[in-house]
T-cell receptor, first 111, second 113 residues
Framework: KQEVTQIPAALSVPEGENLVLNCSFTDSAIYNLQWFRQDPGKGLTSLLLIQSSQREQTSGRLNASLDKSSGRSTLYIAASQPGDSATYLCAVNQAGTALIFGKGTTLSVSS | SAVISQKPSRDICQRGTSLTIQCQVDSQVTMMFWYRQQPGQSLTLIATANQGSEATYESGFVIDKFPISRPNLTFSTLTVSNMSPEDSSIYLC??????????FGQGTRLTVV
């Protein structure tokens, strides 16, 4: 059974710092991996999708990498801003299933 | 991308009552998914809603408690029946485009008192 783990569970950084969020999964047979952002009490906003054949994806200050063989992904946020404060969720997609989520990393960026 | 409108965005309900959550997508999709997010937890899939057939429920979720409708390829509803305080959660609908990227509605924050 696929399990997705995210560390750390919470992270606090000052504005301007670069940071890395980690995601690991137990079964490497995935179609893709997706990173989401969730603001308190709200829905999910898709940030980046990495298909299984890809190694990384970039969008603005965000860069996500995928090492399928080792079951790991990282989300790199450059020059963090207070507006980046949110919970970041990692999820994997396998054949015939809906997304399987990690518990998320709650990020707080102080000004 | 897909634009998903979910309503209500939040509600406070009395125990024993039912609430129906609506999810409207801006384009036709084969499958829609309903998730629950309990306080401080990640998302758990409730069921997959297919147009023209019964919804497929995950272990621990039953149709009597969470009936789902899927009348067409752009719309679905989830009803939370006979609510108790344990049903207080965020409920989210989701779609996938081309079997890859998933998109979510803005969620329904339910509080049962």
């Amino acid at each position: 059974k696929q399990e997705v783990t995210q560390i750390p569970a919470a992270l606090s950084v000052p504005e301007g710092e670069n940071l890395v969020l980690n995601c690991s999964f137990t079964d490497s047979a995935i179609y893709n991996l997706q990173w989401f952002r969730q603001d308190p009490g709200k829905g999910l906003t898709s940030l980046l999708l990495i298909q299984s054949s890809q190694r990384e994806q970039t969008s603005g200050r965000l860069n996500a990498s995928l090492d399928k063989s080792s079951g790991r992904s990282t989300l790199y946020i450059a020059a963090s801003q207070p507006g980046d404060s949110a919970t970041y969720l990692c999820a994997v997609n396998q054949a015939g299933t809906a997304l399987i989520f990690g518990k998320g990393t709650t990020l707080s960026v102080s000004s | 991308s897909a634009v998903i409108s979910q309503k209500p965005s939040r509600d406070i309900c009395q125990r024993g009552t039912s609430l129906t959550i609506q999810c409207q997508v801006d384009s036709q999709v084969t499958m829609m998914f309903w998730y629950r997010q309990q306080p401080g937890q990640s998302l758990t899939l409730i069921a997959t809603a297919n147009q023209g057939s019964e919804a497929t429920y995950e272990s621990g979720f039953v149709i009597d408690k969470f009936p789902i409708s899927r009348p067409n390829l752009t719309f679905s509803t989830l009803t939370v029946s006979n609510m108790s305080p344990e049903d207080s959660s965020i409920y989210l609908c989701s779609v996938e485009r081309h079997g890859t990227e998933a998109f979510f509605g803005q969620g329904t924050r339910l509080t049962v008192v």
